[in-house]
């Protein structure tokens, strides 16, 4: 029952992670990708604090400090940095069909760190959507961009953040990753930002298409750490595949 649970909110992850992505790329035409990330890490990590305080929620505690904890902030850090940046430099449909390589590397961490076993099936069912994605982005046909092997990093460290997600002791509130996944994403467009300073002012329209990510974002982050966090992750890996056609 955990996996089918597990499926589902995945499922609503990923479609709150596609629209949020389409803002995201709209953004980029207007604000540097470090302006972005930080913005929304503050906003978005407000308004999870103010949620999760108004039900009850606890975001301090020994945890907050355990390294696993600490290396799933990292991981969440590297992560945004790595696609948001890629989707300033290659279209958002290359960089969600490059995202789908996540339920691979996803499922090999699984074994390696979760002691999971990979059976034939889900195998057959990682392996069947890696070729599809593989169709659609034609490496072999030109040089991959900065922007791609960018997305393919992200990819990677989102497939970490989640099997650490799985790892997590039970007495983390799932809350508390998300509100510190979010801010998370301050820092990183800090460091962006070190490297290409660039800061514009935000029109209505920035400010609405920000709100718009925000929520979507926090809408599938929450589904996706809930579906980590109940469920194998090779189990629900494969359903990372549904991302790419909400994409579309």
Do not use: C, D, H, N
């Given at each position: 029952m955990g996996n089918i649970r597990g499926i589902a909110f995945m499922l609503l992850s990923m479609a709150g992670f596609a629209i949020s992505d389409g803002f995201v790329k709209a953004l980029t035409n207007t604000?540097?990708?470090?302006?972005?990330?930080v913005v929304f890490g503050v906003t978005g990590g407000a308004i999870l604090a103010v949620m999760s305080?108004?039900?009850?929620?606890?975001?301090?505690?020994?945890?907050?400090?355990?390294p696993i904890f600490l290396t799933r902030l990292a991981t969440d850090?590297?992560?945004?940095?790595a696609v948001v940046s890629?989707?300033?430099?290659?279209?958002?449909?290359?960089?969600?069909?490059?995202?789908?390589?996540?339920?691979?590397?996803?499922?090999?961490?699984?074994?390696?760190?979760?002691?999971?076993s990979l059976g034939p099936r889900r195998l057959l069912a990682i392996l069947a959507g890696l070729v599809g994605v593989l169709i659609m982005i034609e490496p072999w046909g030109e040089r991959l961009e900065?922007?791609?092997l960018l997305a393919f990093f992200g990819a990677s460290m989102f497939a970490l953040r989640d099997v650490l997600t799985r790892k997590m002791p039970a007495d983390v509130p799932s809350d508390a990753?998300?509100?510190?996944?979010?801010?998370?994403?301050a820092p990183a467009g800090v460091?962006?930002?070190?490297?290409?300073?660039s800061i514009a002012p935000m029109d209505v329209t920035a400010v609405l298409l920000t709100l718009g990510g925000v929520l979507s974002g926090?809408?599938?982050?929450t589904m996706i750490t809930l579906a980590s966090r109940i469920a194998e992750i090779s189990a629900i890996a494969p359903f990372r595949y549904a991302r790419l056609l909400f994409a579309l």
């Open positions: 604000i540097s990708a470090g302006q972005l990330l305080k108004a039900r009850g929620a606890t975001l301090s505690g020994p945890w907050l400090t355990s850090m590297l992560a945004a940095a890629s989707f300033a430099l290659v279209p958002l449909s290359l960089v969600s069909a490059i995202l789908q390589v996540s339920p691979l590397v996803a499922a090999a961490f699984a074994v390696w760190l979760l002691g999971e900065l922007g791609a990753m998300v509100t510190y996944g979010f801010f998370a994403m460091i962006v930002l070190t490297i290409e300073p926090i809408f599938g982050y």
